[in-house]
Protein backbone atom coordinates (compact mmCIF):
# COMPACT_ATOMS: atom_id res chain seq x y z
CA UNK A 1 0.00 0.00 0.00
CA UNK A 2 1.57 2.99 -1.00
CA UNK A 3 -0.39 6.67 0.29
CA UNK A 4 -3.41 4.81 1.44
CA UNK A 5 -3.64 3.20 -2.21
CA UNK A 6 -2.93 -0.69 -2.75
CA UNK A 7 -0.42 -1.07 -5.69
CA UNK A 8 -1.31 -3.10 -8.88
CA UNK A 9 1.05 -5.85 -7.52
CA UNK A 10 -0.84 -6.02 -4.21
CA UNK A 11 -4.52 -6.06 -6.16
CA UNK A 12 -3.30 -8.40 -7.66
CA UNK A 13 -1.64 -10.64 -5.68
CA UNK A 14 -5.15 -11.06 -3.44
CA UNK A 15 -6.95 -11.94 -6.68
CA UNK A 16 -4.87 -14.71 -7.06
CA UNK A 17 -4.99 -15.83 -3.16
CA UNK A 18 -8.86 -15.44 -3.70
CA UNK A 19 -8.59 -17.68 -6.43
CA UNK A 20 -6.49 -20.17 -5.26
CA UNK A 21 -8.26 -19.92 -1.74
CA UNK A 22 -12.14 -20.65 -4.54
CA UNK A 23 -10.28 -23.21 -6.28
CA UNK A 24 -9.19 -25.08 -2.91
CA UNK A 25 -12.52 -24.83 -1.16
CA UNK A 26 -14.89 -25.40 -3.45
CA UNK A 27 -13.09 -26.66 -6.79
CA UNK A 28 -10.79 -29.33 -5.14
CA UNK A 29 -13.08 -32.47 -6.34
CA UNK A 30 -13.50 -30.96 -9.94
CA UNK A 31 -10.24 -29.69 -11.13
CA UNK A 32 -7.67 -32.51 -9.11
CA UNK A 33 -4.61 -32.03 -7.80
CA UNK A 34 -3.11 -32.46 -11.14
CA UNK A 35 -4.69 -29.24 -12.23
CA UNK A 36 -3.93 -27.14 -9.26
CA UNK A 37 -0.66 -27.68 -9.73
CA UNK A 38 -0.54 -26.55 -13.66
CA UNK A 39 -2.68 -23.45 -11.77
CA UNK A 40 0.55 -22.13 -9.47
CA UNK A 41 2.79 -22.92 -12.34
CA UNK A 42 1.32 -20.58 -14.46
CA UNK A 43 0.64 -18.19 -11.81
CA UNK A 44 4.91 -18.59 -10.92
CA UNK A 45 5.78 -18.67 -14.67
CA UNK A 46 3.78 -15.05 -14.58
CA UNK A 47 5.65 -13.70 -11.77
CA UNK A 48 9.33 -14.54 -13.49
CA UNK A 49 8.60 -13.34 -16.28
CA UNK A 50 7.27 -9.93 -14.72
CA UNK A 51 10.88 -10.08 -12.77
CA UNK A 52 12.68 -10.55 -16.44
CA UNK A 53 11.30 -7.58 -17.80
CA UNK A 54 11.94 -5.51 -15.06
CA UNK A 55 15.34 -6.90 -15.28
CA UNK A 56 16.15 -6.24 -18.55
CA UNK A 57 14.90 -2.55 -19.07
CA UNK A 58 17.60 -1.75 -15.53
CA UNK A 59 19.98 -3.55 -18.46
CA UNK A 60 18.84 -0.99 -21.15
CA UNK A 61 19.57 1.83 -18.41
CA UNK A 62 22.33 1.04 -17.78
CA UNK A 63 24.09 0.67 -21.47
CA UNK A 64 23.12 4.27 -21.71
CA UNK A 65 26.15 5.49 -19.69
CA UNK A 66 28.84 6.41 -21.40
CA UNK A 67 31.32 4.89 -18.86
CA UNK A 68 31.31 1.87 -16.24
CA UNK A 69 33.26 1.06 -12.97
CA UNK A 70 36.39 -1.62 -13.38
CA UNK A 71 38.78 -1.95 -10.33
CA UNK A 72 42.07 -0.16 -11.25
CA UNK A 73 43.57 -3.78 -10.28
CA UNK A 74 41.92 -5.64 -12.89
CA UNK A 75 42.60 -3.39 -16.15
CA UNK A 76 45.27 -4.64 -18.44
CA UNK A 77 47.78 -3.28 -21.55
CA UNK A 78 45.00 -2.49 -24.83
CA UNK A 79 42.32 -1.96 -22.46
CA UNK A 80 40.24 1.45 -21.66
CA UNK A 81 40.19 4.09 -18.73
CA UNK A 82 39.22 7.40 -18.26
CA UNK A 83 41.90 9.78 -17.45
CA UNK A 84 41.45 13.58 -16.90
CA UNK A 85 37.62 13.32 -18.18
CA UNK A 86 39.23 11.51 -21.52
CA UNK A 87 38.63 7.90 -23.03
CA UNK A 88 42.06 6.10 -23.12
CA UNK A 89 43.88 3.34 -24.21
CA UNK A 90 46.34 2.01 -22.33
CA UNK A 91 49.99 1.35 -23.39
CA UNK A 92 51.64 0.22 -19.88
CA UNK A 93 50.30 -0.35 -16.28
CA UNK A 94 52.34 -1.11 -13.36
CA UNK A 95 51.62 -2.14 -9.98
CA UNK A 96 54.23 -0.68 -6.43
CA UNK A 97 53.25 -0.53 -3.19
CA UNK A 98 53.96 2.67 -1.14
CA UNK A 99 55.07 1.79 2.51
CA UNK A 100 55.07 -1.02 5.15
CA UNK A 101 51.50 -0.45 5.60
CA UNK A 102 50.44 0.71 2.23
CA UNK A 103 48.18 -0.09 -0.12
CA UNK A 104 49.44 -1.53 -3.83
CA UNK A 105 48.78 1.29 -6.37
CA UNK A 106 48.60 1.09 -10.63
CA UNK A 107 50.38 3.41 -12.81
CA UNK A 108 48.44 3.38 -16.00
CA UNK A 109 50.51 5.01 -19.08
CA UNK A 110 47.54 5.60 -21.76
CA UNK A 111 47.02 7.51 -25.52
CA UNK A 112 43.87 9.58 -25.42
CA UNK A 113 42.32 7.12 -28.90
CA UNK A 114 41.01 10.38 -30.22
CA UNK A 115 44.11 13.26 -29.76
CA UNK A 116 46.81 10.74 -29.76
CA UNK A 117 47.72 12.57 -26.36
CA UNK A 118 49.81 10.67 -23.62
CA UNK A 119 48.22 11.03 -19.82
CA UNK A 120 48.95 9.14 -17.06
CA UNK A 121 47.21 8.29 -13.79
CA UNK A 122 47.89 6.46 -10.46
CA UNK A 123 45.12 4.42 -8.60
CA UNK A 124 44.77 2.57 -5.65
CA UNK A 125 44.15 -1.50 -7.51
CA UNK A 126 41.60 -1.65 -4.68
CA UNK A 127 39.57 1.43 -5.61
CA UNK A 128 37.39 1.66 -9.30
CA UNK A 129 38.18 3.47 -12.36
CA UNK A 130 35.76 4.61 -14.91
CA UNK A 131 35.87 2.91 -18.47
CA UNK A 132 34.60 4.39 -21.47
CA UNK A 133 32.31 2.31 -23.48
CA UNK A 134 33.80 1.88 -26.80
CA UNK A 135 32.09 1.10 -30.25
CA UNK A 136 33.50 0.70 -33.69
CA UNK A 137 30.54 0.96 -36.70
CA UNK A 138 31.49 0.75 -40.05
CA UNK A 139 30.04 2.84 -42.97
CA UNK A 140 30.79 3.10 -46.93
CA UNK A 141 32.38 6.11 -47.93
CA UNK A 142 30.25 7.73 -50.66
CA UNK A 143 31.40 11.91 -51.01
CA UNK A 144 34.13 14.09 -49.46
CA UNK A 145 33.08 17.92 -49.32
CA UNK A 146 36.13 20.04 -50.36
CA UNK A 147 36.04 21.55 -46.22
CA UNK A 148 36.88 18.39 -45.51
CA UNK A 149 33.91 16.42 -44.05
CA UNK A 150 32.66 13.31 -45.23
CA UNK A 151 29.51 11.36 -46.40
CA UNK A 152 28.64 8.14 -45.31
CA UNK A 153 25.76 5.60 -45.56
CA UNK A 154 24.45 3.60 -42.42
CA UNK A 155 23.04 0.44 -42.75
CA UNK A 156 19.30 1.70 -43.01
CA UNK A 157 20.16 3.71 -46.06
CA UNK A 158 20.32 7.06 -44.71
CA UNK A 159 23.81 9.57 -44.63
CA UNK A 160 25.80 10.53 -42.00
CA UNK A 161 27.44 13.63 -42.65
CA UNK A 162 28.91 15.26 -39.38
CA UNK A 163 32.45 13.98 -39.84
CA UNK A 164 35.47 15.28 -41.14
CA UNK A 165 38.43 13.15 -42.29
CA UNK A 166 41.29 11.93 -39.71
CA UNK A 167 43.66 13.77 -38.97
CA UNK A 168 46.20 10.61 -39.16
CA UNK A 169 48.34 11.68 -41.80
CA UNK A 170 48.46 7.97 -43.44
CA UNK A 171 45.25 7.09 -43.08
CA UNK A 172 43.74 10.55 -44.67
CA UNK A 173 46.12 9.51 -47.43
CA UNK A 174 44.47 6.42 -48.04
CA UNK A 175 41.02 7.71 -48.01
CA UNK A 176 41.78 10.45 -50.28
CA UNK A 177 44.43 8.26 -52.35
CA UNK A 178 41.35 5.64 -52.77
CA UNK A 179 38.41 7.92 -52.91
CA UNK A 180 39.92 9.29 -56.16
CA UNK A 181 40.85 6.46 -57.65
CA UNK A 182 37.03 5.42 -57.82
CA UNK A 183 37.46 2.21 -55.30
CA UNK A 184 34.65 1.37 -52.93
CA UNK A 185 35.48 2.61 -49.36
CA UNK A 186 34.24 1.78 -45.76
CA UNK A 187 35.40 3.54 -43.16
CA UNK A 188 35.24 2.41 -39.55
CA UNK A 189 33.93 5.12 -37.15
CA UNK A 190 35.11 4.70 -33.64
CA UNK A 191 32.99 6.07 -30.52
CA UNK A 192 32.69 6.84 -27.31
CA UNK A 193 31.82 9.17 -24.88
CA UNK A 194 30.12 11.57 -27.04
CA UNK A 195 32.78 11.74 -29.70
CA UNK A 196 33.62 9.65 -32.55
CA UNK A 197 36.70 9.77 -35.29
CA UNK A 198 37.34 7.67 -38.22
CA UNK A 199 39.82 5.20 -37.18
CA UNK A 200 40.35 2.45 -39.76
CA UNK A 201 40.22 1.90 -43.39
CA UNK A 202 38.98 -0.85 -45.70
CA UNK A 203 39.50 -1.28 -49.45
CA UNK A 204 36.86 -3.69 -50.81
CA UNK A 205 37.64 -3.10 -54.34
CA UNK A 206 36.75 -0.82 -57.78
CA UNK A 207 33.33 0.40 -57.63
Known sequence: ????????????????????????VSKRAQVGAESLRRVRE??????????????????ADAGASKTYPQQAGTIRKNGYIVIKGRPCKVVEVSTSKTGKHGHAKCHFVAIDIFNQKKLEDIVPSSHNCDVPHVNRT?????????????????????TKDDLRLPTDDNLLAQIKDGFAEGKDLVVTVMS????????????????
Open 42 to 59: RWQNEEVMSDEEHHFESK
Open 1 to 24: MVDGRTTDSGQAGRRRECMWIGLD
Open 192 to 207: AMGEEQICALKDIGPK
Open 138 to 158: DYQLIDISEDGFVSLLTENGN
